[in-house]
């Protein structure tokens, strides 16, 4: 357990990919970036089944699940980063969450994540061919979630189901660079004090809630004979960051460091979805979600020409998505056993004048006969950007979530 | 089972042509980006110099404290000071007897060995000359002996760890003390190994014998089974400073004792070493002149007053100095090197080996609350060095002193707001050896140079021969004596090399 728990912190420290808002949160996980939700484009909030395990924005739908999920989900993704003038590159590992759920029948069910909800990384090394100076940057930073749910179906409305989590908040911020002398303006004779004398400014901090030890999901679930709705409300919060602002010449040359907070006013999130049973195992969905951002984000800056904050606008997501269903049957081929899903979705960051198209599609490929499952999906897509200097970004990603399912504590009777 | 991996295999596939396909960068890529972001690729280097600094206080502490000497003593005066040598010597009777044959024996007589200094007197990059020394020199030695019957009083003269015997150097008070005079005769061949007709080389016997006076033979007959001896070496009226080894040699120091009865053909010897040895300084210079001594612990702490520095600051980046906004601590620039130049008169001033003396800077700093004190880098300007030497010596060309103070900067300005002061110490340390070249480490010589030195205005030459090495310093102390009072008269200049991370210096 201690070597997956080491595994998958590793994994998580290499974060995420956007460099899009990577001075203020960093990139947003949707959805936990779970492989079957992201397989159908985000959508499915509202789909229920013996074993879709925890939804960290529908807690309640953990309730219609018969069997023990446990999931872990990676992400990889290619992004390319352009505008007019120039492309920059990069591929990021992320370990954006894992999941466990346990139903207890008419007890309800549990469940627990964790989550990394925001992160940002960058570790490169610049070379400027103008100038012929070399600097590295370094970003880590992320904002982890741990969250317990719980979930009840209704003792006499059993298709309404009710959930609730808290979302406990932890994890840290890094930024550091390192940079070469530019000797251009001191005169030649001088320009021998600072030959090889490299400065790295550094910042790092830890992020905690502010007075409160978490925030919480309420959500509500309706299963229907062929409908799923849900609805979900997250309250608001308040994000701290404690920072440390430094300059470091050696490992054991340093400056004391200056110490500042900044607060970040994370809005309510509301969101909805509906899941149709068209025909069988054929599923289609819609989900929503909106928050309504009042006030800027302050960013990690504290110099040089970084903009102090980052701007935001309403946060708003639509997904829409299809799911063919696996077949529950051994005996029935691997193709029908085997979940196919597509989707696509558009959301306006939280992050001003940035909008993300992406499309994906997906399977749900069983492994053996014990419901195991290895999730993929590939998607893509385009990250517009109107006040970054026109740097827009596409990527490409594949996520591999492992599923395991189990039937602990389940009777044959029931 | 084999379809899942024919289908992870084309993913891998694909995803590879994909990455290689749209996901390239262009050389300045990430570069653009970043200046897009405010982050810069390198900082921008600006310098700013403060003339006109005067210390608010100069203090110079004069460390009287003996040091215990494990390889190398020194005995007699240079500088003001007066250097004397003590030994500890800790007896106990064998089962031969000794003691008893010393007090009953016709002829007795004991004296102390010491060797003299080869690697010092050998020393072939010292360009003055050091020997033949002729003189006769008047010793003052001076004795305590207390003696015990049982063990227990050599248990307790092992305990007496090595602080409490310094302290107890301090305020020692002699049983016995005996003017003698010794007469001294030391030829450069006195120290230097000598070839043999088989080719061997012998050893130089540069040992100096000082006879012990009878007194001391009286005294040293009173002792029992177990004794201590603390003795001590003073030669207030020589003009010289004679470099001794000290225990931990091959060529240690040695009481020598020596008996003979009525009927003995040979002297029934004894010979002991001293447990610990060490060197007592007494200075004559008033306390609080500004003087500095070379080869003992004196230092001199400069303080600064803080606001001609921030003004100057403040009037560089027109910003306010000291940093008020939070918890003060002051992270806008980082200071990359800082260099204060004094000017230099080296004439009230004297050394002895002829060669420049490196004067080293350590700054009082904050370390998790507590101030301490680090001794300073240098970084060397190549091109200076080349032209006129290191600009951190004393005893050499030039009319300047310039000591670099950068991680003492570095902490004054970050903690300005706190009050903190710029404060560093200064010392003589070790006689340069590179005074001129710029390579600045050990290494070895290439070709056979003739290095000319102006030694107090004669002009003498060193001959470094292909193979040699080039040591940066001299593994000897000079015990010079610097005076920095004219120095201290005359304002200095500061001078800064600083990145900031203040924005908008683009242009």
Same mark, same amino acid.
């Given at each position: 357990?201690?070597?997956?728990?080491?595994?998958?912190l590793?994994v998580?420290?290499l974060a995420?990919?956007?460099?899009?808002?990577?001075d203020?949160l960093?990139?947003?996980?949707?959805?936990?970036?779970?492989?079957n939700?992201?397989?159908?484009?985000?959508?499915?909030g509202a789909?229920?089944?013996?074993a879709?395990?925890?939804?960290?924005?529908?807690?309640?739908?953990?309730?219609?699940?018969?069997?023990?999920?446990?999931?872990?989900?990676?992400?990889?993704?290619?992004?390319?980063?352009?505008?007019?003038?120039?492309?920059? =590159?990069?591929?990021?590992?992320?370990?954006?969450?894992?999941?466990?759920?346990?139903?207890?029948?008419?007890?309800?069910?549990v469940?627990?994540s964790?989550?990394?909800?925001?992160?940002? =990384?960058?570790?490169?090394?610049?070379s400027?061919?103008?100038?012929?100076?070399?600097?590295?940057?370094?970003?880590?930073?992320?904002?982890?979630?741990?969250?317990?749910?719980?979930?009840?179906?209704?003792p006499?409305?059993r298709?309404?189901?009710l959930?609730a989590?808290?979302?406990?908040?932890?994890?840290?911020v890094?930024?550091?660079l390192t940079?070469?002398?530019d000797?251009?303006?001191?005169?030649?004779s001088d =320009?021998?004090a600072?030959?090889?004398?490299?400065?790295?400014?550094?910042?790092?901090g830890?992020w905690?809630?502010?007075?409160?030890?978490?925030?919480?999901?309420?959500?509500?679930?309706?299963?229907?004979?062929?409908?799923?709705?849900?609805?979900?409300?997250?309250?608001?919060?308040v994000?701290?960051?404690?920072l440390?602002y430094?300059?470091r010449?050696?490992?054991?040359?340093?400056?004391?460091?200056t110490r500042y907070?900044?607060?970040i006013?994370?809005?309510?999130?509301?969101?909805t979805?509906?899941?149709?049973?068209?025909?069988?195992?054929?599923?289609?969905?819609?989900?929503?979600?909106?928050r309504?951002?009042? =006030?800027?984000v302050?960013?990690?800056?504290?110099?040089?020409d970084?903009?102090?904050?980052?701007?935001?606008?309403?946060?708003?997501?639509?997904?829409?998505?299809?799911?063919?269903d696996?077949?529950?049957?051994?005996?029935?081929?691997?193709?029908?056993?085997?979940?196919?899903?597509?989707?696509?979705?558009?959301?306006?960051?939280?992050?001003?004048?940035?909008y993300?198209?992406?499309?994906?599609?997906?399977?749900?490929?069983?492994?053996?006969k014990?419901?195991?499952?290895?999730?993929?999906?590939?998607?893509?897509?385009?990250?517009?950007?109107?006040?970054?200097?026109d740097w827009?970004?596409?990527?490409?990603?594949?996520r591999?979530g492992l599923?395991?399912?189990g039937?602990?504590?389940?009777?044959?009777?029931? | 089972?084999?379809?899942?991996?024919?289908?992870l295999?084309?993913?891998?596939?694909?995803?590879?042509?994909l990455?290689?396909?749209?996901f390239?960068?262009?050389?300045?890529?990430?570069?653009?980006?970043?200046s897009?972001?405010?982050?810069p690729d390198?900082?921008k280097?600006q310098?700013?110099?403060?003339?006109?600094?005067?210390?608010s206080k100069v203090?110079?502490?004069?460390?009287?404290?003996?040091?215990?000497?494990?390889s190398?003593?020194?005995?007699?005066?240079?500088? #003001?000071?007066?250097?004397e040598?003590?030994?500890?010597f800790?007896?106990?009777?064998?089962?031969?007897?000794?003691?008893?044959?010393?007090?009953?024996a016709?002829?007795?007589?004991?004296?102390?060995?010491?060797?003299?200094?080869?690697?010092?007197?050998?020393?072939?990059?010292?360009?003055?000359?050091?020997?033949p020394?002729?003189e006769?020199?008047?010793?003052?030695?001076?004795?305590?002996?207390?003696?015990?019957?049982?063990?227990?009083f050599?248990?307790?003269?092992?305990?007496?760890?090595?602080s409490?015997?310094?302290?107890?150097?301090q305020?020692?008070?002699?049983?016995?003390?005996?003017? &003698?005079?010794?007469?001294i005769?030391?030829?450069?061949?006195?120290?230097?190994?000598?070839?043999?007709?088989?080719?061997k080389?012998?050893?130089a016997d540069s040992?100096?014998?000082?006879?012990?006076?009878?007194?001391?033979?009286?005294?040293?007959? &009173?002792?029992?089974k177990?004794?201590?001896?603390e003795?001590?070496?003073?030669?207030?009226?020589?003009?010289?400073?004679?470099?001794?080894y000290?225990?931990?040699?091959k060529?240690?120091?040695?009481? #020598?004792?020596?008996?003979?009865?009525?009927?003995?053909?040979?002297?029934?010897?004894?010979?002991?070493?001293?447990?610990?040895m060490? #060197?007592?300084?007494?200075s004559?210079?008033?306390?609080?002149?500004?003087?500095?001594?070379?080869?003992?612990?004196?230092?001199m702490?400069?303080?600064?007053?803080?606001?001609?520095?921030?003004?100057?600051?403040s009037?560089f980046?027109?910003?306010e100095?000291?940093?008020?906004m939070?918890d003060?601590y002051?992270?806008?620039q980082?200071?990359?090197?800082?260099?204060?130049?004094?000017?230099?008169?080296?004439?009230?001033?004297?050394?002895?080996?002829?060669l420049?003396?490196?004067?080293v800077?350590?700054?009082?700093?904050?370390s998790s609350?507590?101030?301490?004190?680090?001794?300073?880098?240098?970084?060397?300007?190549?091109?200076?060095?080349a032209e006129?030497?290191?600009? #951190?010596m004393v005893?050499?060309?030039?009319?300047?002193?310039?000591?670099?103070?950068?991680?003492?900067?570095?902490?004054?300005i970050n903690?300005?707001s706190?009050?903190?002061?710029?404060?560093?110490?200064?010392?003589?340390?070790?006689p340069?050896l590179q005074?001129?070249?710029?390579?600045?480490?050990?290494?070895?010589?290439?070709?056979?140079?003739?290095?000319?030195m102006?030694?107090y205005?004669?002009?003498?030459?060193m001959?470094?021969?292909?193979?040699?090495?080039?040591?940066?310093?001299?593994?000897h102390?000079?015990?010079?004596?610097?005076?920095?009072?004219?120095m201290?008269?005359k304002?200095?200049?500061l001078?800064?090399?600083?990145?900031?991370?203040?924005g908008?210096?683009?242009?």
């Amino acid at each position: 357990m201690n070597k997956l728990l080491c595994f998958i912190l590793c994994v998580a420290s290499l974060a995420s990919a956007s460099l899009l808002g990577i001075d203020a949160l960093g990139e947003e996980q949707t959805l936990g970036g779970m492989v079957n939700a992201a397989g159908r484009g985000f959508a499915g909030g509202a789909k229920t089944g013996d074993a879709e395990g925890v939804s960290v924005v529908n807690p309640a739908r953990v309730a219609f699940d018969t069997k023990v999920v446990f999931n872990l989900n990676f992400y990889i993704e290619m992004m390319t980063a352009e505008n007019d003038e120039s492309t920059y =590159s990069t591929t990021t590992i992320s370990l954006p969450s894992f999941n466990f759920s346990f139903p207890m029948g008419s007890y309800g069910a549990v469940g627990l994540s964790l989550w990394q909800h925001y992160a940002s =990384s960058m570790d490169e090394e610049v070379s400027d061919s103008a100038s012929g100076m070399d600097a590295a940057v370094k970003y880590q930073g992320s904002v982890y979630e741990i969250i317990p749910a719980y979930a009840v179906r209704l003792p006499f409305f059993r298709m309404m189901s009710l959930g609730a989590s808290a979302h406990f908040v932890m994890g840290n911020v890094e930024r550091s660079l390192t940079l070469g002398p530019d000797n251009n303006k001191v005169s030649k004779s001088d =320009s021998w004090a600072t030959n090889s004398s490299d400065v790295t400014d550094y910042a790092s901090g830890t992020w905690e809630i502010k007075n409160h030890p978490a925030y919480y999901t309420l959500s509500m679930q309706f299963r229907g004979r062929q409908s799923s709705y849900y609805f979900s409300y997250t309250t608001p919060y308040v994000l701290k960051n404690d920072l440390s602002y430094d300059f470091r010449f050696s490992q054991l040359d340093t400056l004391i460091p200056t110490r500042y907070t900044r607060e970040i006013e994370i809005p309510a999130l509301l969101a909805t979805g509906v899941n149709y049973r068209l025909y069988k195992r054929h599923n289609v969905m819609m989900d929503v979600q909106w928050r309504a951002w009042d =006030s800027d984000v302050e960013n990690v800056a504290g110099g040089w020409d970084m903009s102090s904050v980052t701007k935001t606008q309403n946060d708003f997501m639509v997904s829409l998505g299809y799911q063919r269903d696996g077949s529950p049957l051994f005996y029935d081929s691997y193709l029908d056993r085997t979940a196919f899903r597509f989707g696509g979705w558009m959301k306006s960051w939280y992050v001003k004048d940035v909008y993300e198209y992406g499309g994906s599609i997906g399977a749900g490929l069983p492994m053996g006969k014990k419901g195991t499952m290895i999730d993929l999906a590939l998607q893509g897509g385009k990250r517009t950007t109107g006040g970054h200097g026109d740097w827009e970004e596409l990527f490409f990603g594949i996520r591999l979530g492992l599923m395991g399912v189990g039937s602990w504590g389940q009777s044959r009777g029931r | 089972m084999k379809k899942k991996f024919v289908l992870l295999s084309f993913l891998t596939i694909g995803t590879l042509a994909l990455s290689a396909c749209l996901f390239d960068s262009d050389e300045d890529g990430l570069s653009n980006w970043l200046s897009d972001q405010g982050l810069p690729d390198s900082y921008k280097v600006q310098t700013l110099s403060i003339e006109g600094l005067v210390p608010s206080k100069v203090e110079v502490n004069r460390d009287s404290t003996p040091l215990i000497m494990d390889s190398r003593v020194v005995l007699g005066n240079a500088s #003001n000071m007066s250097h004397e040598v003590a030994f500890e010597f800790l007896y106990k009777e064998k089962k031969d007897g000794f003691l008893k044959r010393f007090r009953s024996a016709d002829t007795i007589g004991a004296y102390i060995s010491l060797n003299l200094l080869t690697s010092f007197y050998n020393e072939k990059s010292i360009p003055v000359e050091l020997l033949p020394i002729k003189e006769d020199l008047k010793l003052n030695v001076s004795w305590s002996l207390r003696s015990g019957k049982n063990e227990d009083f050599l248990d307790s003269l092992y305990s007496i760890t090595d602080s409490a015997w310094v302290k107890m150097l301090q305020s020692w008070e002699p049983d016995v003390v005996v003017d &003698t005079t010794y007469s001294i005769k030391i030829k450069e061949s006195d120290v230097q190994a000598k070839k043999k007709k088989n080719g061997k080389t012998q050893e130089a016997d540069s040992r100096i014998l000082f006879e012990m006076p009878g007194a001391f033979l009286d005294s040293f007959k &009173t002792c029992k089974k177990y004794c201590y001896l603390e003795m001590r070496f003073s030669a207030p009226e020589t003009e010289n400073l004679y470099r001794f080894y000290s225990m931990d040699s091959k060529r240690q120091a040695t009481l #020598n004792l020596r008996a003979k009865s009525e009927g003995d053909s040979l002297y029934d010897l004894l010979m002991y070493t001293p447990y610990r040895m060490a #060197n007592v300084v007494v200075s004559n210079d008033c306390s609080d002149c500004l003087v500095l001594h070379g080869g003992v612990k004196d230092s001199m702490v400069f303080e600064y007053s803080a606001e001609p520095i921030l003004k100057a600051l403040s009037d560089f980046y027109g910003d306010e100095f000291p940093y008020k906004m939070g918890d003060g601590y002051d992270v806008r620039q980082a200071v990359v090197l800082a260099q204060l130049t004094f000017a230099r008169d080296d004439s009230d001033s004297k050394s002895y080996l002829g060669l420049p003396i490196w004067v080293v800077a350590s700054s009082f700093i904050d370390s998790s609350g507590k101030e301490r004190r680090v001794q300073e880098g240098y970084k060397p300007n190549r091109q200076e060095i080349a032209e006129s030497g290191h600009p #951190n010596m004393v005893f050499y060309d030039g009319d300047s002193l310039t000591l670099q103070v950068t991680q003492g900067l570095r902490d004054f300005i970050n903690r300005a707001s706190n009050g903190a002061k710029l404060k560093f110490m200064v010392n003589l340390s070790f006689p340069q050896l590179q005074d001129n070249d710029s390579t600045y480490r050990t290494h070895i010589i290439q070709k056979d140079t003739v290095k000319k030195m102006v030694v107090y205005g004669d002009t003498v030459e060193m001959k470094l021969s292909k193979g040699d090495t080039s040591y940066v310093y001299l593994g000897h102390y000079d015990y010079a004596r610097y005076d920095f009072s004219s120095m201290m008269q005359k304002p200095a200049t500061l001078k800064l090399w600083l990145a900031t991370k203040r924005g908008g210096d683009d242009e």
